[in-house]
């Protein structure tokens, strides 16, 4: 038996359909994690923030989820071999700049994920 994935995605209101918490980006279109990705306090946070809904993860996310981490996984590494033109005025990296060191995944390098990957790994202010 398969444990139950969650889904949390952001309200429609949020800018730019991302809202960060937690030092992660959560979507509108969502977010699938497993229920020990946070602690107990962390969830209360979660739960307790109106730009969010938390609800059960559709049925197949298993396999989404394990091919979004590998194309993650992928992104992190191109991220840290990126010269400084693969990057935007405020320090993110661009899509265009990793879709380029990986061409073979370039389809699978959404802006979403590239923000998602960026928000665990960008610098502390």
Do not use: C, Y
């Not at 730019?16 to 107990?40: D, Q, S, Y």
């Not at 197949?60 to 990057?87: R, S, Y």
């Not at 265009?96 to 994920?113: E, G, M, V």
Request: glycine content about 6%.
């Amino acid at each position: 038996m398969t444990k139950q994935l969650i889904r949390i995605a952001a309200v429609a209101s949020a800018l730019n359909g991302t809202f960060f918490r937690l030092g992660r980006a959560f979507t509108t279109e969502g977010v699938i994690v497993e229920p020990e990705t946070f602690t107990e306090d962390e969830w209360a946070v979660l739960q307790s923030t109106s730009m969010l809904h938390i609800s059960p993860a559709p049925e197949g996310a298993e396999v989404e989820m394990a091919a979004q981490a590998t194309v993650a996984d992928a992104v992190k590494a191109a991220i840290g071999a990126l010269e400084p033109a693969g990057f935007d005025k405020d320090g993110a990296p661009t899509v265009a700049a990793l879709r380029d060191a990986l061409p073979d995944l370039s389809k699978k390098i959404t802006a979403k994920l590239v923000a998602e990957v960026w928000s665990e790994l960008k610098p502390a202010p």
